[in-house]
C-alpha cells in the first residue's frame, strides 16, 4: 500500500536535527494523511545511487514506483495533486498557493536560509556583507509581517505554501531572528502547534536518534 | 489580443539593467511567441497598488485578465501550462522540468544570489561567514558541473529550468563565478546565444534607457 517512499539521511549530527527538509514532505504526507514509509541513505558516504537521485547529494527525495523527485518545493507540488488538503483544487486558489509556495522559497528562503549560515558559522563581525545580508532578511520579513497581518494562512485555507514558509520562518526563530515579528512569530506557532506537524517532527528526531 | 501584460519598474540603476527579473518572463514569452505587452511602475515610490500585485514591493508580475501572479517561477509555471514550448506536455518530462525548475530556485539561487549581494556589497574582509557562503555555492557549482555534462539542457529539450537555471548562473558569470567551471559557463554561453533570450535581453535594456 505504501507505494511513497521519502528518502532521507541515516544519521545527521546534533544541530540539524528537527531542522532536516526530509521534515517538510513527512508533514505533507501527515497533512494529506497518505501512506508512506521512510528509507535511509549513509550521511557519510554518498554513492553514486544517492546522487542519481539526489543530484546535490543532499536528502530528501521521493519516490512512487518509478517516479523519483526531488527538492523539496517538486515533492510538495507532486504531493498537492494527489490532495486537496495540501493544494485546493479550485483554479484560482491553486494559483495562489502555487505563487506562495515560490514565495517561502525563493523571495523569503533565499534571505533566510544564508543568513542563517552565517550566523551558525560563528561570524560576528560587522562587516559590510553582514549588514547586507542582515538588510535583506529584514526587507523580506517586513513585508511578510503585514501580509500575515489579519490572515491564518498565506492563501485561505492550511496548505503547502504554509508547510514551507512555516517552516523556512522556524529557522530564522531558532537564531531569534523573529524577535521584531511577532505576527510572523504567531504564524510559526500556528503552523507548528498542527498535529501533522507535531509527529512529523517527532518521528524525525526518533529516526535520527535511533542511529546513534 | 496581448491579454498578458508583464509588469516591471519604470527605471532601475545601471547597475541590475539587464539582471532584473521581468528578463526571465520576457524570455520565456518570447521562447512560446505569447503575445505580451509591458507596463511599468514606479521604482521609486512604490505604492499600495504595487504591493496589492507583488507583496514585498519588488517585480515582475504578470496578469492575464483578472489572474495576477508573483514570483518569476510561479510566472513561469504558469506560462510552461501554455505552451510545450517551455513545459513539455508528457507527464514524465513535465515533472523532470518542475524539478529542476526548483533546483535553480531553491539549491542553486539560494546560495548563488546571496553570494552576488555580498560580493556587490564591497566586503572583502575573509571571515568565517564569507568562506562559509563561498562554500555553499561551491558545493553547488560542483554539482551542476557534473550534472550539465554531457547535457545539452537540464531535463531533456530546452524549458523554462533553463531560463531559470542560465539566468541564475549568468549573475555568478558577472561576477567572475564560474571561473572554475567551465561545463556551467558554456551552458550559460548556449543558453543566452538563444534568439529569444538576445530579444529580452535588449528589450529589456531599451526599457530602462527609455526612462534615462
Given at each position: ?103 517561502a ?10 543568513w ?6 560563528g ?5 559590510p556583507?553582514r ?5 535583506f ?6 513585508h ?65 536518534a535511533?542511529?546513534?
Amino acid at each position: 500500500m505504501a507505494d511513497l517512499i521519502l528518502t532521507t539521511f541515516d544519521w545527521v549530527p546534533e544541530m540539524p536535527r528537527g531542522y532536516v527538509r526530509d521534515l517538510r514532505v513527512r508533514w505533507a504526507l501527515e497533512e494529506a494523511r497518505l501512506p508512506y514509509r521512510v528509507d535511509s541513505v549513509p550521511f557519510r558516504d554518498r554513492d553514486t545511487g544517492h546522487y542519481s537521485h539526489q543530484p546535490f547529494g543532499q536528502v530528501p527525495w521521493l519516490t512512487d514506483g518509478d517516479i523519483s523527485i526531488f527538492e523539496s518545493g517538486a515533492i510538495l507540488l507532486y504531493l498537492g495533486e494527489r490532495s486537496d488538503a495540501l493544494i485546493p483544487t479550485d483554479a484560482q486558489e491553486r494559483r495562489e498557493v502555487i505563487t506562495w509556495l515560490f514565495a517561502a522559497l525563493n523571495s523569503v528562503e533565499m534571505a533566510s536560509l544564508p543568513w542563517s549560515l552565517f550566523f551558525f558559522s560563528g561570524d560576528t563581525a560587522d562587516t559590510p556583507g553582514r549588514k547586507c545580508l542582515d538588510g535583506f532578511l529584514a526587507s523580506r520579513l517586513q513585508h511578510l509581517e503585514s501580509v500575515l497581518t489579519g490572515r491564518e494562512w498565506l492563501a485561505g485555507t492550511f496548505s503547502v505554501a504554509d508547510i514551507l514558509m512555516a517552516d523556512v520562518l522556524r529557522l530564522v526563530h531558532r537564531f531569534e531572528g523573529l524577535a521584531a515579528y511577532p505576527v510572523c512569530r504567531r504564524y510559526v506557532e500556528r503552523a507548528t502547534s498542527r498535529p501533522a506537524f507535531v509527529k512529523a517532527h517527532a518521528d524525525q528526531l526518533a529516526h535520527f536518534a535511533a542511529a546513534d
